[in-house]
């Protein structure tokens, strides 16, 4: 298994606070995303890092920010939660030395706002 | 706009049938197309990938079928046992760089014994 490790891995929340996720790797992989799981959506892409401190937005960015301090660690923000980002957060890597295009998932953040 | 058409949405086949998968796609620059299986409170797995300068590619019991002009894809579960029940999602993108990949929506599949 790629290591990857997500946390929280489940949290419950309310509306208008912030939340942070964290993603952290040992792959040492250049390439860090944040997809989000919806039922009837499939998966869908948030934020990506190509890089420390180089990030940018994917598909679904609205109301997320992110950030990459350190390659290993990748941190979703939702600054003040909404009950419609309720969802199930995915990390995933890409390792940017091979031009396999694979990505490897964590297990996930399943994150409730009431 | 969805890049990534998957159908169907669900799918329930017999023990020893084959499950089949389709998705098309709209961009013309994607070069990497896999097929990943997901099972409950997991992340989703690589299953099987192609590239666009083959038509077919086998791993075990199961295939991707390419027609590169038509810009869809399909995957073929021969034999299907009960443990192939899950979520499938198709994908596409580009086999480097940064740009991560385009999801289908799933397909929940379920083998009956």
């Known amino acids: 298994d790629a290591g990857i490790t997500q946390s929280p891995r489940h949290k419950v929340t309310e509306t208008g606070t912030p939340v942070t996720l964290r993603c952290h790797q040992t792959e040492n992989h250049r390439y860090m995303y944040w997809y989000r799981q919806d039922p009837g959506h499939g998966l869908r892409l948030i934020h990506y890092s190509y890089g420390v401190k180089d990030t940018d937005k994917g598909e679904v960015s609205d109301g997320y920010s992110v950030s990459r301090s350190k390659t290993e660690d990748f941190l979703l923000t939702l600054e003040s939660a909404t009950s419609s980002q309720t969802s199930v957060y995915f990390c995933?890597?890409?390792?940017?030395?091979?031009?396999?295009?694979?990505?490897?998932f964590g297990e996930g953040s399943r994150l409730t706002v009431l | 706009q969805q890049q990534v058409k998957q159908s169907p949405q669900s799918l329930i086949v017999q023990k020893g049938g084959i499950s089949i998968i389709n998705c098309a796609y709209e961009n013309t620059a994607f070069d990497y197309f896999p097929w990943y299986q997901q099972f409950p409170g997991k992340g989703p797995a690589l299953l099987i990938a192609i590239r666009p300068d083959v038509s077919e590619k086998k791993e075990g019991r199961f295939t991707i079928s390419f027609n590169k002009s038509a810009k869809q894809f399909s995957l073929h579960i021969m034999d299907s046992q009960p443990g192939d029940s899950a979520t499938y999602f198709c994908a596409a993108g580009s086999g480097g760089g940064a740009d991560g990949l385009t999801f289908g929506k799933g397909t929940h599949l379920i083998i009956q014994p």
């Open positions: 995933a890597i890409k390792d940017g030395t091979k031009n396999t295009g694979e990505l490897f």
